[in-house]
């Protein structure tokens, strides 16, 4: 068969590279795949997943459950960064009907970003309910739509209910250096958690 | 009120596909191997011998997988979804045509592994 190189532009990876992955999540329109493609070294990727939904359990009726198959769409983006770690960024809406999907994207991920349009703040309120449950660390990145951030961080803060830990990030979704800050506050506190974890078993 | 289960034919003992079976996977659907996510990494071992009669898809996923690939990268390369793709990848393990990253290497949470990370894309 033809072994032509898929992609000759890629950097060779050692088959046993470290995988990481982060969430982003947050209402439809948000930013979330333009957040991607800003810090990723390719074009947001995308998969449709076919999924039956008597598995999302809608309908809460007991014993009442239909199959449909539904679509949901993923779109995620890649960090190469060295040949040993890799880094998939993953973009999915952040409604309801989707959290089946969510509990499979979020198992083995660092944490998420959730970000927020100060004009619908409401939005992203599922999104912050879903990680504060699962206990996944997330920060919120305020997306400032053609500058627009009048708001003050402190009602932001306010009106999602926010711990005094959870950074709050204001960006630009369509610019590296400023995605790049919003994902370095998550690691960061990702980080201050596992030191306090460390700290609780001493 | 009537049961799903009466009208459906995977009902019996098995809690129903989890996509609609496909042509690719000649009606099969996803068994799930542990250790198989969306970031675990496909690396393909060895191009597959004459005798062993493979799909036009895993032909391609061989060929990608050239350089190690995501899960969920064949996926969307492929435009499959990811459970065609870990049927598809079922045969070709058994065949030990591909490997896959071990799990330490996948989606690790330690602190030594996160300020790689942190240190990585502060370089970017
Ligand atoms: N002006 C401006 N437009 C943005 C910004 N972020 C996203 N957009 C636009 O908003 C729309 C929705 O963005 P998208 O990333 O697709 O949102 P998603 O549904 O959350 O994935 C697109 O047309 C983007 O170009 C931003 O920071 N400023
Ligand atoms: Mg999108």
């Not at chain 1, 074009?43 to 539904?70: F, Q, Y």
């Not at chain 1, 400023?178 to 609780?200: C, N, Q, T």
């Not at chain 2, 996510?37 to 393909?44: V, W």
Request: some cysteine; glycine content about 8%.
């Amino acid at each position: 068969m033809a072994y032509a190189d898929s992609d000759p532009g890629r950097t060779a990876l050692a088959p046993d590279a470290a995988t990481a992955k982060i969430l982003v999540a947050g209402g439809f329109g948000v930013g979330k795949t333009t957040l991607v493609g800003a810090i990723s070294e390719t074009e947001p990727l995308r998969t449709e997943e076919l999924i039956t939904e008597a598995s999302v359990g809608i309908d809460d009726l007991a014993g009442v459950e239909r199959k449909t198959t539904t679509t949901v769409a993923m779109d995620f983006g890649r960090i190469t960064l060295s040949p040993a770690l890799i880094v998939y960024l993953f973009g999915a809406p952040g409604q309801d009907r989707f959290w089946f999907m969510w509990d499979d994207l979020s198992r083995g991920a660092l944490g998420a970003v959730v970000l927020a349009d100060t004009r619908r703040l409401e939005s992203c309120f599922p999104s912050v309910d879903f990680f504060e449950h699962r206990g996944i660390p997330f920060a919120i990145g305020v997306n400032c739509f053609d500058g627009r951030c009048e708001e003050d961080e402190d009602e932001i803060r306010a009106a999602l209910d926010l711990g005094p830990d959870v950074p709050l990030v204001l960006c630009d979704a369509r610019d590296r250096e400023s995605v790049k800050s919003v994902v370095l506050a998550l690691l960061e506190h990702v980080m201050r958690g596992l030191a306090v974890e460390a700290s609780a078993t001493w | 009120m009537r049961h799903w289960s009466e009208e459906d034919p995977w009902a019996d003992d098995d809690p129903g596909p989890l996509v609609r079976p496909y042509t690719v996977t000649r009606g099969r659907t996803s068994s799930a191997r542990p250790g198989l996510e969306l970031i675990s990494l496909i690396s393909t071992v060895r191009p597959p011998t004459r005798d062993q009669r493979l799909q036009p898809e895993q032909n391609r996923l061989l060929a990608l997988c050239r350089t190690p690939t995501a899960l969920v990268e064949v996926a969307a390369r492929l435009d499959l979804p990811v459970a065609v793709v870990r049927v598809l990848l079922d045969d070709l393990l058994d065949h030990q045509l591909v490997s896959v990253s071990p799990p330490s290497a996948v989606g690790s949470t330690d602190a030594r592994f996160i300020q790689a990370v942190i240190d990585g894309i502060r370089r970017l």
